[in-house]
């Protein structure tokens, strides 16, 4: 059996005194969507932030392709193979779309990584963006500076792509948008690190699902487990109901 892309192994992370994540383990293979479920204040974005390198854990490991991340900064995470579409898009609005997609191929990235992704076809993806290309970027829509993000993460040509509530604050056409990018994204085996709140788009685009509580997973399983799990759902969804 091939090793997984990212393990991540009895992890804790705090925040000063704050205990968050609280012995988590996590597997991706490549080439697979895995989304974490929950509500706000659970841990999902620490874990995120404990991959990227942003938060480092006191405890446990994280490994990419069977090699620890631990101790390595964000920029050296970033040059392993992982980019980060961040809560609330966080684009450079004082740059051009150009300028902010080009920064993960700049002299500045420190390692820049071939792959299938240039600006040439980010911006076949994204043809919004090529209409806005010499646009700066606190002039775009939410939705396009949502797309500039995946964009921008996209040009690192990573092996595994970390993203953190995508479709947060984007009305509900908008959401399907970025639904549909999850789709090419997963039809194009890119490997994805998913946390959301919407819980239906989730559940359409996830191989496997993790369901996050107080730094604790407490569910595991695919779309369909979760579907059946009406106890999950009650606790932790407000009885959501799937389909």
Known sequence: MPEPLLTVRDVHTYYGDSYVLQGVDLTLNAGQVV???????????TLIR?????????????LLRGESLLGRPPYAV??????IVPQGRRIFTSLTVREN?????????????????TLETVLDE?????????????SLSGGEQQMLAIGRALMANPDLILMDEPSEGLAPRLVQHVEEILRRL??????VLLVEQNLALA?????????????RFVF????????AATDVLEQHFSGAKIG
Request: positive net charge; glycine residues 14%; proline residues 6%.
């Open 186 to 191: 997963k039809q194009q085996q890119h490997s």
């Open 35 to 45: 989304a974490i479920l929950g509500r706000n204040g659970m841990g999902k974005t």
């Open 101 to 117: 997609l080009r920064l993960p191929t700049s002299r500045l990235a420190r390692g820049r990584r071939d792959g299938p992704w």
């Open 126 to 138: 994204f043809p919004s963006l090529a209409e806005r290309i010499n646009h700066f970027g606190g």
């Open 50 to 62: 404990s991959v990227a390198g942003l938060t480092p854990p006191r405890q446990g490991d994280i």
């Open 78 to 83: 970033a040059q392993a193979g992982i980019a």
């Open 220 to 227: 595991h399983g695919t779309s369909a487990e979760l579907a």
């Open 203 to 215: 559940l359409a685009i996830a191989d496997e699902i993790y369901v996050m509580a107080s730094g």
